[in-house]
């Protein structure tokens, strides 16, 4: 018996010393190959790879290879993860040395109807609308749109005017890029609403953070980017045509894309897209309400070359509309405008039985132009360089009332915009650091009435004619390290503004202001697991005041208000933490972010008060209500939250859950305009054939309690339950969708909306969309 145990652990001293041999042996091979992206196969420089389970990894390098030495044999998984691509895993046998390609596709991971993607400059989680949830919003203006985002509402000035509020942030805190180009039109009126066609775009994007960094300092509430579908790089023409109707003001739409590429000219591409929109006065559940019909005329047309190592673009658009201005809005006396604020319905005259399209005053008239020209080259060198230029020209008109037999009262703004940008994304460097670099200039000037820059303006000009010159210099650069993302951005931006005004009297003056600074940004990202991510985002970016806020002194015919600004503002300094977790699973994703932001002489439009009393103005045109420019130290904190749960395969439940709060700390008062608190939830069956669907939403919105006595003309109205019914299906190349908002007709009156004064809210409107792809 003891020989035979000294026989067996001899045995295993001999085997494991072999074992130990033959493995050392055989650590020999080699594991390499190429990382490549599936949409046009260029190489994916920086990325990461790993095997899991070891703490061996690596990084392709300028030409996207990867390597790895003196592996042992056996069964691996290869771990590939780049930013703005999902993250691929590879089981590989390893017997000798092996060579292993790997396509990554764009990172595409969908909640219900919103998608969280994380893109080439973010560590933000990225809400996107696309797909079915796009569609079913067709037809409708890009501010209504973006309102089935978590986090996202919209200021309005009735129901066609719209723009979007991320954050409880809005007009110039809120940078808005139109296939690639920032967009630079009068954004800085609560009721100018983007001169964008929503039907250009694939997907809708709103990126909550500041690490959007190298578009600008001063997107302190967030970014929206309406980003069209790549040109085509195939000789077939196909295209779609979508029609749209609406119950509530009789609203049609027809809209058409036509693309293609051109026989024998590999990589060419070319794109025509056009939009007519029609409506007529719009009813709220119990009433018509006169001159609120809109339409709009828009077209575009892309062309474009796209080779491996350089191509180029060239791209225009161009966007017209009128829209009616509520005529009950626009009051001749103080008591008539005190008594329509407190009427519950406006007077007869402006609540007509009879059905018209006819836009008179007051009315805004709308055109936007947008040349882009866009051009890349990759350098084994250096890395990929880009170069962006644009001119823009957007001319506003807004028709007040005549009063008597007087028909002047319009505003005319004439804006021209040159913007150029180049941009290089490096090859890494050290084989750890991968980041983009840049420079941007911008050239404004805007004519208001008069058509000489360096002319004074009359006095009853809301603006002055000015001239900005501003340029930008950025760095970001990102860490990728198994788990763990780090990025870290910098960026100077300088800005110089010259206005031409009167003085009282008619003097005229010349103003000139100089602002510049630093901003700066940093992102964390953990991956837990596969399916569980977190991330961390630190901001400080500033704002300079912009020519409204230093200027404004009238009459703004479109928000039926009169506006006083203030020449002493400062810029706006912010201070921003944001956190959020993303869980997905098949059956199940959680998505969770908090944020708070300090801001320091934060600009708003107070409405004027005087002896506890709120003030409007008297003028020739009528009686407005008064609002003035002024600056506080803000403080604003929220929370967004959204979850989908599949119990089936067949049903999908899903919530919505998103409060801002808002506070002047310097004064410790409430702010005035400042979301609602709202709570969204919805359930939703497919069906197995023809990809149809049915929903049911149900949106709760709280009344806004945290207010101050006497900060506004009238307290905020109550709170209120909207359902929402939604259906789809394809036949063949055809789609179809039903949508019926407010069901059940329900009287309410939004807070955000700026002629809640005047009226109640639209009524139950029932829209059907065909698509037809071809």
């Given amino acids: 018996m003891k020989y035979s145990i000294k026989i067996a652990l001899l045995f295993l001293l001999f085997s494991d010393s072999f074992f130990l041999f033959s493995q050392e042996k055989n650590c020999v091979c080699t594991l390499k190959g190429v990382v490549h992206d599936h949409e046009n196969h ?63 596709e764009n990172k595409d991971e969908h909640l219900q109807e ?78 100018h609403a983007p001169e964008i066609d929503p039907f250009v775009a694939k997907k809708l994007t709103v990126i909550k953070g500041v690490s ?18 790549s040109l085509p790089d195939s000789a077939k023409i196909h295209g779609e045509i979508n029609l749209v109707g609406f119950s509530n003001g009789r609203q049609k739409v027809l809209s058409g894309i036509l693309e293609g590429g051109i026989s024998g000219f590999n990589g060419f591409g070319w794109r025509l897209q056009g939009t007519y929109k029609r409506g007529g006065n719009i009813s709220t559940p119990t009433y018509n309400l006169i001159n609120t019909g809109i339409q709009e005329r828009n077209f575009s047309v892309g062309f474009g070359l796209n080779k491996t190592h350089f191509g180029a673009e060239l791209f225009y658009s161009y966007f017209d509309t009128q829209i009616g201005i509520f005529t009950g809005s626009h009051i001749g006396n103080v008591q008539d405008l005190q008594q329509a604020i407190l009427e519950k319905k406006p007077a007869e005259v402006y609540t007509p039985t009879e059905f018209s399209e006819e836009i008179n005053r007051p009315n805004q008239d709308i055109a936007h132009h947008l040349l882009k020209v866009k051009s890349f080259l990759n350098s084994d060198t250096f890395g990929k360089f880009n170069f962006v230029s644009a001119y823009q020209y957007n001319w506003r008109l807004e028709y007040d009332v005549p009063r008597g037999n007087r028909s002047l009262n319009t ?133 300079s005041p912009s020519v409204n806020e230093l200027f404004t002194d009238g009459i703004h015919h479109g ?111 409430f702010m005035v305009n400042i979301p609602s608190d709202r709570f969204d939830q919805t359930i939703q069956y497919n069906f197995k054939k023809n990809h149809a669907y049915v929903s049911i939403s149900h949106q709760y919105v709280a009344r806004q309690n945290r207010v101050e006595r006497s900060s506004d003309f009238l307290a905020p109205p109550e709170g209120y339950s909207l359902i929402t019914y939604r259906s789809g299906l394809t036949i063949n190349k055809l789609n179809f969708g039903l949508t019926i908002s407010n069901l059940f007709n329900q009287t309410y009156r939004e807070y955000l909306n700026r002629f809640r004064y005047y009226a109640d809210d639209m009524g139950r409107n029932i829209s059907f969309r065909v698509n037809y792809k071809f």
């Fill in 559 to 669: 928000s039926a208000s009169y506006e006083k600004g203030n020449l002493n503002l400062q810029p706006e300094v912010a201070k921003n933490l944001s956190i959020s977790t993303n869980y997905h699973h098949a059956n199940f994703i959680l998505e969770a972010s908090v944020y708070l932001k300090n801001i320091q002489n934060f600009i708003y439009l107070k409405p004027r008060i005087q002896d506890d009393t709120l003030r409007s103005v008297l003028t020739v045109r009528g009686a407005f209500p008064a609002f003035d420019y002024t600056q506080v130290d803000a403080q604003f904190a929220g929370f967004d939250f959204a979850v989908l749960y599949k119990p089936l395969s067949a049903w999908e439940l899903s919530a919505k859950i998103s409060i801002v709060r808002a506070k002047d700390i310097r004064n410790n008062l």
């Fill in 411 to 543: 505003l005319n703004f004439k804006l021209d915009t040159y913007s150029s940008e180049l941009t290089l994304e490096h090859r890494p460097i050290f084989q750890i650091l991968n980041g983009t670099a840049g420079i941007s200039v911008q050239y404004q000037q805007n004519l208001s009435s008069a058509f000489e820059l360096r002319k004074p303006l009359i006095s009853t000009t809301l603006l002055p004619n000015y001239q900005t010159i501003s340029y930008g210099l950025f760095l970001v650069e990102r860490y990728l390290r198994n788990d763990w993302e780090t990025e870290l951005g910098i960026r100077y931006d300088s800005r110089f503004l010259e206005a031409f005004s009167l003085k009282i009297g008619g003097i005229p003056q010349q103003n000139t202001f100089s602002f510049n600074n630093f901003s700066g940004a940093f992102g964390l990202k953990k991956h837990h697991t596969e399916n569980w991510e977190s991330s961390l985002n630190l901001g400080l970016v500033w704002r």
């Fill in 42 to 104: 260029l190489p994916v420089v920086g990325a990461v790879l790993y095997l899991k389970g070891t703490n061996i990894s690596t990084f392709t390098d300028a030409n996207g290879n990867y390597q790895f030495s003196k592996l042992c044999q056996g069964t691996y998984t290869l771990v590939c993860r780049a930013v703005s691509f999902d993250l691929i895993e590879t089981k590989i046998n390893l017997q000798d040395s092996h060579n292993e390609d790997i396509t990554l």
């Fill in 114 to 191: 919103v998608v969280v993607t994380s893109q080439k400059s973010s560590l933000d989680n990225k809400i996107v609308l696309s797909g079915k949830a796009l569609d079913a919003t067709r037809g409708q203006s890009l501010g209504e749109a973006l309102k089935n985002l978590s986090g996202v509402t919209t200021l309005q000035t009735g129901s066609f005017i719209q723009k979007p509020v991320i954050n409880g942030m809005h007009s110039n805190r809120v940078i808005i890029l139109n296939n690639g180009i920032r967009q630079e039109g009068q954004q800085w009126g609560s009721e």
């Fill in 212 to 229: 959007g960094l190298r578009y600008g300092s001063d997107a302190i509430g967030g970014i929206v980017m309406v980003e069209p579908e």
